[in-house]
């Protein structure tokens, strides 16, 4: 059984850094697609950042690009979003997910659609005061 659990979510003011974690088991770690996403309220749900745990290829949304960085460790079967310059806006939840379905790579890394990852976690908030 896959499951993804998210961790490192809180409230900190603008300007500050936020680590999350996303630990995975029940499937082949490295062999994946996976990624990050975020829903504020009224919003749909966004890709913020992908990594093809093959090959350790990230993709980024525009709007997070120098600021967040998504990483692993294979061994302890996890991914990592660390979050530095938090902006008002990155208010939101924030989930890992994964694909298992082999629908998410594409040419030069992971998709940003989110019907292309199947599992997901159940959400860490992330929550940024001005």
């Known amino acids: 059984q896959v499951q993804l659990l998210e961790s490192g979510g809180g409230s900190v003011q603008a300007g500050g850094s936020l680590r999350l974690s996303c630990t995975a088991s029940g499937y082949s770690f490295r062999s994946k697609c996976m990624g990050w996403f975020r829903q504020a309220p009224g919003k749909e749900r966004e890709g913020v950042a992908r990594i093809d745990a093959r090959g350790g290829i990230t993709n980024y949304a525009d709007s997070v690009k120098g600021r967040f960085t998504i990483s692993q460790d294979s061994a302890k079967n996890t991914v990592y979003l660390q979050m530095n310059s938090l902006k008002p806006e990155d208010t939101a939840m924030y989930y890992c997910?994964?694909?298992?379905?082999?629908?998410?790579?594409?040419?030069?890394?992971?998709?940003?659609?989110?019907?292309?990852?199947?599992?997901w976690g159940k959400g860490t908030l992330v929550t940024i005061s001005s």
């Open positions: 997910a994964v694909d298992t379905q082999g629908r998410a790579p594409i040419a030069g890394g992971c998709s940003r659609w989110q019907y292309n990852y199947n599992y």
